[in-house]
């Protein structure tokens, strides 16, 4: 079974701060992507990263794919409310050509 | 506009009961994918459709029918709803099998 492990499930934390979630596995994969997801509203891609060691910024948003394309980070430095969402990654798995979620971190932002 | 749209945005359907979840894409994506939602278990895959009239099982297909006459649409119907079937559902589609999805906002079901 292929896995696709998010941590911490959840994170409070106030404005102001910064924050690293993970993404990790044992399988390799081909491309991994991060989403954000608002509640009552489906999830929009946030970036996709591609290459072993890559690093995409999108704004306050820093995203890492490990060198061995089996982790990934998010990093969001001085976090604000509007960050507030379930953060999910997703990999393409390299061996069968699948898409593997992960279950999420659930992030709060607080004022 | 463009975009990707599900309806209805809430659903009370009883036990037993049929019940179709309506998603049209305007991008003529040709992949497009359903998925439920559940506290504990993240997004699982239940059918995905590669072009019109070519679909596929997920990892939770049973309980459920798709079809794709055209390629903008792709309704999931439940044949005989269970509690079970209680859930937020999401369909998405992309021009690739493995992403980046563009998702609707999601059904919300409950079955009672």
């Known amino acids: 079974t292929q896995l696709l492990e998010q941590s911490p499930q959840f994170l409070s934390i106030q404005e102001g701060e910064n924050l690293t979630v993970y993404c990790n596995s044992s399988?390799?994969?081909?491309?991994l992507q991060w989403y954000r997801q608002e509640p009552g509203e489906g999830p929009v891609l946030l970036v996709t990263v591609v290459t072993g060691g890559e690093v995409k910024k999108l704004k306050r948003l820093t995203f890492q794919f490990g060198d061995a394309r089996k982790d990934s980070s998010l990093h969001i430095t001085a976090a604000q409310p509007g960050d507030t969402g379930l953060y999910l990654c997703a990999g393409e798995v390299d061996s069968n050509y699948q898409l593997i979620w992960g279950a999420g971190t659930k992030l709060i932002i607080k004022p | 506009d463009a975009g990707i749209t599900q309806s209805p945005r809430y659903k009370i359907t009883e036990t037993g009961r049929q019940v179709t979840l309506m998603c049209h894409q305007t991008?003529?994506?040709?992949?497009m994918f359903w998925y439920r939602q559940d506290l504990g278990h993240g997004l699982r895959l239940i059918y995905y459709?590669?072009?019109?009239?070519?679909?596929d099982k997920g990892e939770v297909p049973d309980g459920y029918v798709v079809s794709r006459s055209k390629t903008e649409n792709f309704p999931l119907t439940l044949e005989s709803a269970t509690r079970s079937q209680t859930s937020v559902y999401f369909c998405?589609?992309?021009?690739?099998?493995?992403?980046?999805?563009?998702f609707g906002s999601g059904t919300r079901l409950t079955v009672v």
């Open positions: 459709s590669a072009a019109a009239d070519i679909t």
């Open positions: 399988s390799v994969f081909s491309s």
């Open positions: 998405a589609s992309s021009e690739s099998w493995v992403g980046g999805y563009t």
């Open positions: 991008w003529s994506h040709s992949y």
